[in-house]
């Protein structure tokens, strides 16, 4: 069996929660994200640009046999349905791997680190339903 190596960059094409940088600046975060853990960095894979796509994203996951994690751009670039980013994690976790926010700099290595990160979520999905005016 090979030994894991690097971490796989992913990066998306289209707007998550109103944000779209472009690839070359998503690629820029995760590089300097990789280099401050020291992490060596493996290129990225780009999302598609159909909203709700995540085909990318789950060839990502059958590589990690063969690498030491995942760097997303954004933990937000996770699908927005709760049951399948638990199951992303859940993967993630039992093949001995880790998955990387590199805006928020938010990990999950365990169980704990995957209900910090529901936490996170929890909180973005609420923030379009909260009083903006106080």
């Not at 894991?4 to 070359?24: D, E, K, L, T, V």
């Not at 590089?31 to 159909?50: N, P, Q, V, W």
Request: hydrophobic fraction near 40%; include cysteine; glycine fraction near 8%.
């Amino acid at each position: 069996m090979t030994e894991a190596f690097g971490y796989r960059g992913y990066i998306g094409s289209r707007s998550y929660f109103g944000q779209n940088p472009p690839q070359h600046v998503q690629n820029l975060v995760i590089r300097d994200f990789c280099r401050r853990k020291g992490f060596d960095f493996l290129l990225s894979a780009t999302e598609y640009a159909m909203p709700g796509c995540h085909m990318m994203l789950n060839q990502v996951l059958t590589e990690l046999p063969v690498v030491q994690g995942i760097v997303l751009y954004s933990l937000f670039m996770l699908p927005r349905d709760t049951e399948k980013r638990r199951a992303i994690y859940r993967r993630v976790i039992d093949s001995g791997a880790s998955l990387h926010g590199a805006v928020e700099s938010q990990s999950i290595h365990g169980a704990a680190d995957a209900a910090r990160v529901e936490d996170i979520w929890l909180i973005r999905m609420a923030l379009p339903h909260c009083p903006t005016n106080l």
